[in-house]
């Protein structure tokens, strides 16, 4: 090696060695939250705060002081503290808190929503509406005396799909089925349901009851509908014309409270009243299991004995 | 005897063993203590970029010297010497040996016409092919008929066949160099030429040399102290077919170049790799090549240094050997014959369990000079294999399974994009490398387009892939076998052309 060569490897070793032990303390100080006074010697915890929101590039003040950066950004070297963290926007509503930044932490607000001073109306349709429903797949259907329409998210792109326009009044529920190929509405007096597909649009009038309907939900994975009265909980067949098979699955003691259904797991739960072992009546929490029990199928499925032919096995 | 073989597993054991822990370690710490495995990568990413910047600073240096020596007229420089410590240049022989095992003459020829290219008078170059014999009747007829055609044109064309299972040897290429070197011993004993007379190079079959490589070779040899105490050491570039080489390929095998070149810079660390030069005298001296290892080009630096008590050393001349790059039509094939490739590499760990029990018998070399020279062959194939794992791998593990406590900390919050910053910073060495991959690049054949100069800046997009999945893993797996007493066989890395020689 030219002694040259030797003179700049040497120039370049001993550069990086100073380099790497000049900037380590230093990145690795940063990286945990130190700050290094040099003027005194002295290193102090310090805390980060990360503030961003929505909509971004609002100004941050702390303390009442205005900071340069805006949001979304983290501010760092802060002593450990309480801070009041005002975030604010030209057109929109301020947002403020007391937040405390802790030693070597962060301490977010990440998930700030400013609102606007002015909230942007627009009349999505045109009069005449009594009801409406959204779908999953952008549709906003209208329930009109006039029939039934659907236009995009928008309002835009308006179709008539029905005439039919005998909507009960005051329609207390509003369902899809999970195809979205249906929905169903009721009143406490009456239950319909709209037919979207296949082929024309139909609306059929599907169950009247004496006693006053308080809910209704789509039997999971069947051509049913679980209709929950004052009285009792039924089933109601939605196919077959003239008559339909309804079924009461359950009476209630007295007029049920808090009818949830869990989708997820066919399950409706309710309160009932019943007399208890020390002969008080009482609220109980019941659940009835609506869906067909995945393993139970497959068990039938296995016990399920050959019909008997008379033919002897060869 | 128990007892070397028990010193022999230890040594071997130790590289693998330190990988693992370093990896396993880190891995485990990051559940446990993800701050320590934080600052433990901040702290190795840091290194590592400052020692990219440093070894890339070496790298320029090489190619500066490279640039300026590789086109001076050697021989001219050799005419003004005159004898010294009782050689002059007219005195010398080369002698080029080719172990060959089935490559064939459309690898061979163009390396033997380098040689009659080369500007050094022929009627001073003598070229031994060793054949495996193993390799079959054909490969002994594709030397035979180079040997017709060429012989006319040196001072002598040997043509050897290398028996198969011979005692003590495995197969390997070091036992074929032997072979070759000793058919040479008994043309120069009929001769009477003197060993020292002699400078013998011993090259892959695809090697093509440089026209002034003899020259500069020459010029080294005799302006050397002490000549027969030492190796010479070209730079090797794979340029052979390195415009129609696959872009993985010749990243990888860009890099191999450029450690090379960085290696000159650090001749106290240099060790002969692939294709090198040296002495006849001091082969002989110890006894050849050895044969039953597989990094035969570093063993013969070490058997050298063990021999002469640690005073060996490599000395670098800067004029380019050309090679193939390992390659194949598509990228998974390319891929694995490049992992093969850089497997048996880095299989040169093989040299610490060697070096270390020749240490632990040599009491000659001082002993703070086994020590550096110890931890310089276990380090540098302790950071081959854990470096890419480190970066890549280890680097996210804090934040992935430090849990939401650690992410609020400073450290949690800071590490992403403090390694981000160190990563960026390392863009300098990637600017170096294109700027010095273009110098070497050969001038494109003509059935390439000339949008592939394009390719050969956009290639390097990739390293970050190649490193992470490349970098580490082959020297991994060569270390785990030694480890476990798995021993490599020698594989030959296929050589295909898929143009003509640039």
């Known amino acids: 090696m030219r002694p040259r060569d030797k003179v700049m490897r040497a120039i370049a070793f001993y550069f990086s060695v100073i380099l790497f032990c000049v900037l380590l303390p230093v990145i690795l100080s940063y990286a945990l939250g130190y700050q290094i006074d040099y003027y005194n010697f002295k290193i102090y915890k310090t805390g980060i705060l990360y503030i961003a929101s929505r909509p971004a590039g609002a100004s941050i003040y702390l303390n009442g002081v205005m900071r340069q950066d805006l949001t979304p950004t983290r501010i760092e070297e802060l002593k450990p503290g309480k801070y009041k963290v005002e975030v604010r926007k030209d057109g929109f509503y301020p947002w403020e808190k007391d937040m405390t930044v802790r030693p070597n932490m962060v301490t977010k607000a990440d998930h700030i929503v400013l609102f606007s001073l002015t909230q942007e109306m627009k009349a999505v349709s045109q009069g005449g509406i009594r009801y409406f429903l959204v779908s ?51 009143s406490s007096s009456r239950l319909g349901m709209v037919h979207l597909q296949p082929g024309p649009v139909r609306v059929d009038d599907v169950f009247i009851g004496q006693d006053p309907i308080l809910d209704a939900f789509w039997y999971p994975g069947a051509g049913y509908i679980i209709v929950v009265t004052d009285k009792d909980i039924k089933v109601v067949e939605l196919s077959g014309a003239g008559t339909r098979n309804i079924v009461s699955l359950y009476k209630f003691n007295s007029s049920p409270q808090n009818v949830r259904y869990d989708e997820n797991n066919g399950s409706l739960y309710f309160i009932d009243t019943r007399i208890g072992v020390d002969s008080v009546e009482s609220n109980y929490l019941y659940r009835l299991d609506l869906k067909e029990r995945f393993f139970d199928g497959i068990m039938q499925l296995l016990l399920k004995k050959e019909p008997d032919t008379g033919y002897e096995k060869r | 005897m128990r007892r070397d073989r028990f010193h022999k597993r230890l040594f071997e054991i130790i590289p693998g063993l330190l990988t693992w822990s370093t990896i396993i370690g880190l891995f485990a710490l990051a559940f446990i203590k993800p701050l320590w495995v934080a600052i433990f990568v901040i702290t190795f990413d840091l290194y590592w970029v400052i020692r990219m910047t440093y070894l890339s600073l070496l790298m320029l240096f090489a190619y500066r010297r490279l640039a300026k020596e590789r086109n001076l007229d050697w021989l001219k420089k050799c005419e003004s010497l005159g004898p010294m410590k009782g050689l002059a240049p007219k005195d010398i022989y080369h002698a080029v040996l080719f172990p060959v095992h089935k490559e064939g003459p459309d690898i061979l020829k163009p390396s033997i016409k380098s040689l009659e290219s080369a500007r050094y008078p022929k009627e001073k170059m003598i070229v031994i092919l060793s054949v495996e014999e193993r390799a079959g009747r054909k490969a002994w007829d594709n030397a035979l008929a180079l040997k017709k055609e060429h012989q006319n044109n040196f001072r002598n064309f040997l043509v050897t066949s290398h028996p198969q299972n011979l005692p003590g040897e495995i197969k390997a290429k070091g036992a074929n160099a032997t072979w070759g070197a000793k058919a040479l011993k008994g043309l120069l004993d009929s001769d009477k030429i003197d060993y020292e007379h002699v400078v013998i190079s011993c090259f892959d079959a695809d090697t093509c040399v440089d026209r002034e490589y003899f020259g500069c070779l020459t010029y080294h040899y005799i302006i050397s102290p002490d000549r027969t105490r030492s190796s010479y050491q070209p730079i090797p570039v794979y340029n052979n077919n390195i415009w129609h080489a696959r872009s993985i390929a010749r990243l990888l095998e860009l890099g191999s170049s450029f450690m090379q070149m960085i290696e000159t810079m650090r001749v106290e660390k240099f060790v002969t790799f692939s294709s090198h030069s040296m002495s006849f005298r001091t082969l002989v001296d110890v006894d050849y090549w050895p044969l039953d290892m597989i990094s035969d080009d570093s063993v013969i630096y070490w058997k050298c240094f063990l021999h002469f008590n640690g005073s060996y050393s490599v000395v670098p001349i800067y004029v380019t050997v050309s090679m193939d790059v390992a390659t194949e039509a598509g990228i998974l094939p390319t891929i694995i014959k490049q992992y093969k490739q850089k497997r048996r590499w880095a299989w040169g760990v093989e040299n610490f369990p060697y070096i270390a029990i020749g240490f632990m018998r040599n009491k000659k070399i001082p002993f703070i000079v086994k020590v550096r020279r110890s931890f310089n062959v276990l380090e540098s194939h302790y950071t081959w294999a854990v470096w890419a794992i480190i970066v890549t791998f280890i680097a996210p593990l804090p934040i992935i399974f430090g849990g939401g406590l650690f992410r609020q900390t400073a450290m949690g919050y800071n590490l992403p994009s403090v390694s981000a910053t160190l990563f960026n910073m390392s863009l300098f060495t990637l600017f170096v490398c294109i700027f010095v991959s273009m110098k070497l690049l050969p001038p494109r054949p003509k059935d390439v387009k000339p949008q592939k100069h394009l390719i050969m800046y956009t290639q390097w997009l990739l390293a970050p892939l190649v490193a992470a999945f490349l970098g580490s893993t082959p020297a991994i797996d060569a270390q785990t076998r030694l480890m476990l007493g798995k021993y490599m066989h020698f594989q030959v890395t296929e050589k295909k052309r898929r143009g003509e020689v640039g």
Request: proline share 2%; aromatic share 20%; no cysteine.
């Open chain 1, 136 to 186: 999953n797949n952008n549709y906003i259907y209208y329930m009109k005396r006039s029939g039934l329409f659907r236009s995009d998210m928008d309002g835009a792109d308006l179709r008539k799909l029905s005439s039919y326009g005998n909507w009960p009044d005051n329609i207390i529920g509003r369902k899809f089925s999970s195809n979205n190929n249906e929905f169903l509405f009721f």
